[in-house]
């Protein structure tokens, strides 16, 4: 198509034993010519179109294919499918890949394009429907867009409530990390939860913050009547601390697991083998290394292992957000920014995510509608500079308006 349109175009074959012969014609008919790989050949491409390695690409670059990457590095590159060195599977990357500004991919996306380092290589990525859809099989990993989450949170009619809407239940801060409860507990009112109460040892801070949260001071969870529990967010891992989350899971409500918590899990595993109602843990890697070791370069796969031992859907936090439920069914967020990587950040994702359950969405979709519109909230907080997890927070709304309104 590009010598069609008149640009000059030089395909350089690295075996052309086995080039595609068709491909070779049609080159041909349309004025391109074939050059040996040579790098040299690359100096002053307007654009090059990376086909090295195909998806079923294993193991990193090597010989000729490496000095072309190299060659290709500062350049507008498109990559067809995949970078080359990157695996479609899991996005491990070698130590050379392309670089793609682009990649053009068919079908379906690959998960190696949305997760792991492999995100960072591909670019901007367009999905190009061949009409394989019918032959497809349903994918056990999806990437939600925005229509999707907009459609999954609940936008409230002349019928509901304040109870109908939601109620979510926080058991976060302390006095030393006070202001992780103000965050989860400001995400959980800005995420649209009809209510929020507070159980915990931070009330004046709540109060002082959001004179709208029911604050129960000395109340056992059991006592308090909500849809959905948030625990963890700067609740320390003292006996005090224990004790509130164990009474947290003996409920039979769904629960967010975060930061603190998921310390205390990491003890107790059984805490959360034993549920019936669902359980959602938000670990970052270190956090995820207490309770089912070291992430591996597969992070999909290291996901739905820890979410089938333990029974919970399982949220990664990360460049590249990955979810999966106990069934193996997993989701990729591709929304957000590095400023993400913020203290409290995780504090409003968790709350964001009690209000999408409290709201009766189901748990491993809230986990990642909940990754979505964080990430979209980080971007738009971003556009002013480096934010704050305050920022963050202030920026749900806008990022929930944006969303929902399509």
Avoid at 15 to 28: E, I, K, N, Q, S
Avoid at 309 to 330: C, E, M, Q, R, S
Wanted: negative net charge; hydrophobic residues 45%.
């Amino acid at each position: 198509a590009l010598a069609a349109r008149g640009a000059r175009v030089s395909a350089l074959l690295l075996d052309p034993a086995h080039a595609h012969a068709d491909g070779l014609v049609a080159l041909d008919r349309a004025g391109g010519r074939t050059l040996a790989a040579d790098p040299r050949s690359v100096a002053g491409a307007d654009l090059v179109v990376d086909g090295i390695v195909g998806i079923g690409g294993r193991g990193g670059l090597r010989g000729a294919a490496v000095e072309l990457a190299h060659a290709a590095e500062d350049l507008l590159t498109v990559a067809v499918d995949v970078p080359s060195g990157v695996d479609a599977d899991t996005g491990w990357v070698g130590e050379d890949a392309i670089n793609a500004d682009v990649t053009v991919t068919f079908g379906a996306l690959k998960p190696g394009l949305v997760s792991g380092p492999g995100a960072e290589r591909a670019g901007e990525l367009r999905l190009v429907d061949i009409g394989l859809g019918a032959v497809l099989p349903t994918a056990r990993t999806q990437l939600l867009e925005a229509s999707d989450v907009g459609a999954l949170v609940p936008q409230p009619d002349a019928a509901d409530d304040k109870y109908t809407r939601g109620v979510v239940g926080v058991a976060a801060g302390s006095q030393q990390y006070g202001g992780a409860g103000v965050l989860a507990t400001g995400a959980a009112v800005h995420g649209g939860a009809g209510m929020v109460r507070y159980v915990g040892t931070a009330p004046e801070q709540i109060r002082a913050r959001y004179p709208e949260v029911v604050v129960h001071a000395d109340a056992r969870p059991g006592d308090v009547r909500v849809q959905a529990w948030v625990v963890g967010p700067g609740l320390g891992t003292d006996d005090t601390a224990m004790r509130l989350l164990s009474d947290v899971l003996r409920t039979e409500l769904p629960v967010i697991v975060d930061a603190d918590a998921i310390t205390l899990v990491a003890r107790s595993p059984g805490l959360v083998r034993g549920r019936s109602a669902a359980t959602v843990l938000t670990p970052h890697d270190r956090e995820f290394a207490r309770i089912a070791g070291e992430p591996s370069a597969d992070r999909l796969a290291s996901v739905r292992r820890a979410a089938h031992d333990l029974g919970a859907t399982v949220l990664l936090k990360g460049n590249a957000t990955v979810i999966a439920a106990p069934d193996g069914t997993a989701y990729v967020n591709a929304t957000g920014t590095p400023w993400l990587g913020t203290a409290g950040s995780g504090d409003v994702l968790s709350g964001l995510i009690g209000s999408l359950l409290a709201a009766g969405v189901p748990p491993p979709l809230a986990a990642a509608a909940g990754a979505f519109v964080h990430g979209v909230a980080g971007q738009r907080a971003a556009s002013a500079g480096p934010p704050s997890a305050t920022d963050v927070l202030g920026a749900l709304r806008g990022a929930l308006r944006s969303i929902t309104a399509g």
